[in-house]
C-alpha cells in the first residue's frame, strides 16, 4: 500500500531534533514525558506538514470511513538495541537509551485527537509496547510470536478495545517478506446477507482469551457474551477464538461459517511495515492479521521489531471505560 504521506529527509531530521529535547523516559516517567509531548503539539501550527498529514488522516476516516494510514520516513532512534527475545521487555529498559520513537507515537496520537491507553497487565502497563517475538511463546496462541496469525482485532475477549492501532517499525529486514493485511467491516459486509448481518450482530458469540493473557491470569478463560457485528460498522472477532456460545445454535454457526466465506472473499488492504514506516489501522473498524509471504532466514524475520500503541478514537473514551481504568490513570486498563 502506498503510504498516505512520506516526510522529506530534513522534516524527519527537524523533527527527531525537537523530540531529542524530551528529557522524560516514558517507561519510568510516563506522565511528565506525555505533558512535554502535549505541550510540543500545541506548539505545532496548522501549516507544519505533520498537524496537516494528521488532520487529513483524520478527514480522510470522517468522511471517506478509510481506516488504514502509512507514513513514511517518520523519526526513529538512529541506535537501536537488538533485542534479547528471552526477556524483550526488560531489556529494552535497560538497553534503549533514547526514546524518539515513542515520542514520535505521542505526538501523532495528540495531533490526532485520540488519546493512547495502555493495559496494566500488559508491559507493566507501558504505553509503548513491542511486537517481537518472544521465545517463551514460540507456538502459542497470541500475537507476540513468529509466523502467521489469524485475522483478529487486538483484545477481542477484552471488554476494553482499541479503536486504533500504531505500528512503528524499529527493525525491519527488507529481505524478509512480512505482511499486515487488513479487511473493513463494509468490505465484509458487501458479502453478506441481511439475515446474516442481523445474526451476528446478536449477543450470542464468545472469544476465548489468548495465551498472554491468561499467564497473567489463569482463571479467565473467555470474554463476556457479545456479537460480532457491532453498530457503526464495528466488529469485534478471533478468527478460531470467537465462536457460538451454545455449540447448538445452527443459525449462529451458520452465520460464523457465512462470515469465513465473506473473508475469503473480502478486498484486503496489505501492506510490509518498513523501517520507519508508522501503520495506523481501525482494531474494530475492520480485522487483521500477519503473514510471513517469503521469509529466507526465520530468525532474522523473528528479530522483526515493531513499536505499538493502542488509542482510543476521542477524549471521552477514558470516562466510558471508568470502571476498568486503575486508581491512578484513567488510561490504564485492568483485565476486570
Ligand atoms: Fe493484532
Request: proline share 4%; net charge neutral; with cysteine.
Amino acid at each position: 500500500m502506498k503510504p498516505f504521506y512520506t516526510f522529506l529527509d530534513t522534516e524527519k531530521q527537524n523533527l527527531t531534533a525537537v523530540l531529542m529535547l524530551n528529557p522524560h523516559n516514558p517507561y519510568t516517567d510516563y506522565p511528565d514525558f506525555k505533558d512535554y509531548i502535549a505541550t510540543l503539539a500545541l506548539r505545532i501550527s496548522s501549516e507544519t506538514v505533520l498537524r496537516a498529514a494528521c488532520d487529513a488522516i483524520v478527514f480522510d476516516r470522517i468522511e471517506h470511513g478509510n481506516h488504514v494510514h502509512i507514513l513514511g520516513n517518520c523519526p526513529i532512534d538512529e541506535t537501536l538495541p537488538q533485542l534479547d527475545l528471552d526477556n524483550p521487555v526488560e531489556h529494552k529498559y535497560k538497553a534503549k537509551k533514547t526514546f524518539i520513537g515513542e515520542g514520535f507515537m505521542e505526538l501523532m496520537s495528540h495531533l490526532q485527537r485520540t488519546p493512547l491507553f495502555s493495559y496494566k497487565n500488559r508491559n507493566n502497563g507501558d504505553y509503548f509496547t513491542d511486537l517481537v517475538s518472544f521465545n517463551k511463546l514460540k507456538g502459542k496462541k497470541t500475537g507476540f510470536t513468529d509466523g502467521d496469525l489469524i485475522y483478529h482485532s487486538d483484545r477481542s475477549y477484552h471488554p476494553v478495545r482499541a479503536d486504533y492501532v500504531s505500528l512503528l517499525g524499529l527493525h525491519v529486514s527488507d529481505n524478509e517478506l512480512i505482511y499486515t493485511n487488513y479487511m473493513d467491516v463494509k468490505e465484509l459486509k458487501k458479502h453478506l446477507s441481511k439475515s446474516v448481518i442481523e445474526t451476528l450482530g446478536k449477543e450470542i458469540f464468545e472469544t476465548e482469551v489468548d495465551d498472554l493473557s491468561k499467564e497473567n491470569n489463569s482463571s479467565w478463560k473467555k470474554s463476556a457474551v457479545h456479537s460480532i457485528l457491532l453498530s457503526n460498522n464495528l466488529i469485534r472477532y478471533q478468527d478460531t477464538f470467537t465462536r457460538p456460545l451454545d455449540p447448538n445454535n445452527f443459525n449462529a454457526t451458520k452465520a460464523l461459517l457465512e462470515l469465513k466465506h465473506a473473508m475469503s472473499k473480502a478486498a484486503k488492504v496489505r501492506h510490509m511495515v518498513k523501517k520507519g514506516e508508522m501503520l495506523i489501522f481501525g482494531n474494530q473498524t475492520g480485522i487483521h492479521n500477519r503473514e510471513w509471504i517469503d521469509v529466507k532466514n526465520a530468525e532474522e524475520g523473528r528479530k522483526r521489531w515493531l513499536l505499538k500503541t493502542y488509542s482510543f478514537n476521542n477524549t471521552d473514551k477514558a470516562s466510558k471505560y471508568k470502571p476498568w481504568a486503575t486508581k491512578e490513570d484513567a488510561l490504564c486498563i485492568c483485565d476486570s
